[in-house]
């Protein structure tokens, strides 16, 4: 284990114990010996230093559900910040695109399938990471929990940590996990991993609240095995980044990414109803404007959803404060607001209308439940279906490249040729900042520098 430290009080954990050493004379060479540590400092340069173990083995980690190695870079990135040596010894992913950018990045070929990993003849490793499949969990899915057999798939987790039985697992999933079922889907997890011999401590965390301006609501599960406790809750390292909206934007793009023709005209359209609209307007909920034109008979409204009902009700006084203005609007743009069903929704979930608002000052989704519009400073969630936000302000959609910038995915991070492909990818991955607080934290606070 080697890592670089700047400061003339060394602070030196092994696994079990502390041990301060003050640095004063840093001409001499220091050599610290305990159980299994040593410090060198050979060639001291000022406070520079450099903090070595006795064997100088890579920390080694394996990628269950490695997508396109969220964790690996976390890893990476530790490696890059403070020289702290690590290695993947094995990822695993079923999506051959993945597989495929997995490869380019890091010269290891996943296998194809967890279900098939031997864990009884699989290399040792110290941590195990997966973000296991989040689809029957999270709310962009359709729900089913365990009854969808992918929801299981947490079970080959447990089944190779029972046997390898790790130092150390990093899991994630989306936050719904602790509700989903009753909260029966969080008790088995918790009941599994306790059963398999570790201590679970929960982090909640999402890119915005460490400067990146992405809203991803997600959680990380820290397993310690059980016999390295040390009875103390890891706390999480506080660094933070310091990235705006515009931060993420490249300069230059492709035309492939300008909004097509339709949403545009769409976007227009809503955007001029909103600007005859006065100031403080409340816009919530969704203004469904083509059931308003429909007249429903009093028999045809009762047969609908009650959502549908609800909002339409909700709509009336705003329908009926600006009557005329939205007639006549309605009048000239109804042939395309009727082409979609999504583009007669209006899902507004920026507050209250401003002083010369406009729908291109936010973040704007084209969803199954409505055009959503949202507060622009962060993004929304990258989720691994096809609703690629567009930036109002650059009036298009984010390329994969900014994708991997919210994603804190480096620059130098090789993409899929294909956009499908690397969209899905990014809204499956970890947020590769949050997931190197997560790990630099835990790895911190049991002693690894
Ligand atoms: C939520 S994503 C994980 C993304 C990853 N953590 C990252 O940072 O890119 C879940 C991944 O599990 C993979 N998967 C689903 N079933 C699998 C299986 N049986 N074996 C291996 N991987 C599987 C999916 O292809 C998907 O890439």
Sequence with gaps: MKTKLHANKLRIHNKFENIVVEINEVENDIVVENNDIVVENNDLVENDIVVE???????KFIDMFSGIGGFHQAFLKLEKDIKFKSKCVLACDSDKNCRAVYFDNYELEPHPNIKKIDEKTMDDFDALCGG???QPFSNGGKKQCFKDKKGLLFDEIIRIAKHKKPKFMFLENVKHILKVSDKKVIEYIKFKINETGYVLQLFEMSPHLY???QQRQRIFFVCVRKDLYNDKDIELIEDKLNKTAEDILEEKCDEKYNMKQDVSKVLHAWDELI???????????TILINDAFRNYSDEEFKTLANWRKDYMTKNKPILKKYKKIIDKWYKKHKELLLKREVY????????PLKKDDSIFNYFIQIRQSGIRVKRNKYFPTLVAISQIPIFGKVKRHLTPRECARLQCFPENF?????????YKQFGNAVNVFNTHTIIKSTLKHYGYF
């Design 275 to 285: 600007q005859q609209f006065d100031e403080n307007q409340k816009m919530s909920p």
């Design 132 to 134: 296991f499949p989040c």
């Design 414 to 422: 090789k993409l899929s040729e294909s956009d499908r492909a690397s």
């Design 53 to 59: 173990s006795k064997d100088g083995e890579e920390f």
């Design 211 to 213: 400067g990146i301006p």
């Design 344 to 351: 007669g929704k209006l899902e507004w979930q920026a507050g």
